[in-house]
């Protein structure tokens, strides 16, 4: 079973430097999508960024960009000049494409709240 | 607007009251998931659903029960609740196909208390 570990349950970051949320993860498979999910008090659910496992290069959305070493199973987000919106939680998921190409079980970590100070 | 709606997003019911939590999408979505989110534990698959009358378990099924009869709709339903399913419920769904893999639309959650 796959298993996604952050080992970082809060961070904080004052407004406009840069801060690495970390992710590790487990599994055999080779075939695979790695994410990065923002909930922020509001509740609702946000995609921030996805990885694809067969591409080398890794993602990157306006000051979101993540660091994907397919080797040692991490998948860090880097979020630079930090923004007060963006406050959250932060929850690193993966998933196993089903067979027939879509959407399939999803597995999340247990999330790193991070905060942005003025 | 596209969006998937949870009804209701705050109850508080006792123990052993069957409910339902409805959950419903106008995106015309294959898939569909529902989640528990605990402190400390991040979000836990319940049950998800690949098509009409095609369901699975997740992670954490027990006590729970769903149902898909149509594309739209995908509700969940506690036969006899008990305090340890106290939780914010998620409902998502999902386009099918390999572009959008993972890209889930949640709803905005509901807050169920059993006590």
């Known amino acids: 079973a796959q298993t996604v570990t952050q080992s970082q349950p809060e961070m904080s970051v004052q407004e406009a430097e840069t801060v690495t949320l970390s992710c590790t993860y487990d599994?055999?498979?080779?075939?695979?999508?790695l994410f990065w999910y923002k909930q922020p008090p509001s509740r609702q659910m946000i995609l921030v960024i996805r990885?694809?496992?067969?591409?080398?290069q890794n993602a990157t959305e306006n000051r979101f960009s993540v660091n994907f070493q397919k080797a040692a199973k991490s998948f860090s987000l880097k979020i630079s000049d930090s923004q007060l919106g963006d406050t959250a939680m932060y929850f690193c998921?993966?998933?196993?494409?089903?067979?027939?190409?879509?959407?399939?079980?999803?597995?999340f970590g247990k999330g790193t709240k991070l905060t942005v100070n003025p | 607007e596209a969006q998937v709606t949870q009804n209701p997003r705050y109850l508080i019911t006792v123990t052993g009251k069957k409910l339902t939590v409805t959950c419903s999408q106008n995106?015309?979505?294959?898939?569909m998931s529902w989640y528990r989110q605990d402190p400390g534990l991040g979000l836990r698959q319940i049950y998800y659903?690949?098509?009409?009358?095609?369901?699975d378990k997740g992670d954490v099924p027990e006590g729970y029960k769903v149902s898909r009869k149509e594309k739209r709709n995908f509700p969940l339903i506690l036969e006899s609740p008990s305090p340890n399913q106290t939780s914010l419920y998620f409902c998502?769904?999902?386009?099918?196909?390999?572009?959008?893999?993972?890209?889930?639309?949640f709803g905005e959650g509901s807050r169920l208390t059993v006590l």
């Open positions: 998502a769904s999902s386009i099918p196909g390999l572009k959008d893999v993972g890209e889930l639309f």
């Open positions: 599994t055999s498979e080779n075939n695979y999508y």
């Open positions: 990885q694809e496992a067969y591409k080398q």
């Open positions: 998921a993966f998933m196993k494409p089903s067979t027939q190409g879509g959407s399939e079980k999803l597995v």
């Open positions: 995106m015309n979505h294959e898939y």
């Open positions: 659903s690949m098509n009409v009358e095609v369901t």
